[in-house]
């Protein structure tokens, strides 16, 4: 199974379990870090069954990209 890096374009290959790449990965504040990995499920990327609570920090991730110049 290919999976891409979450940051919008980046299109580098990770591992499933991972949220993104080391680059995007550090780019983003501690805080969403810190959400991503306390709202993920260890297996969520093969049951393709994540938590609310990690689709929100997610679309919070993604927010705070699309506000970045």
């Keep these: 199974m290919k999976h891409t890096c979450h940051w919008p374009n ?3 290959e990770v591992p499933p379990a ?3 790449c ?3 990965w550090f780019r983003l504040p501690a805080n969403l ?3 991503i990995w306390a709202t993920y499920r260890a297996g969520q990327e ?3 069954t994540p ?3 990690y ?3 997610a679309l919070d991730v993604q927010r ?3 506000e970045q110049p």
């Design 33 to 35: 870090r810190a959400r």
């Design 18 to 20: 991972m949220w993104g």
């Design 64 to 66: 705070w990209i699309r």
């Design 22 to 24: 080391k680059t995007h």
């Design 46 to 48: 093969i049951t393709k």
């Design 55 to 57: 689709l929100a920090a």
């Design 51 to 53: 938590s609310q609570e």
């Design 10 to 12: 980046c299109g580098k």
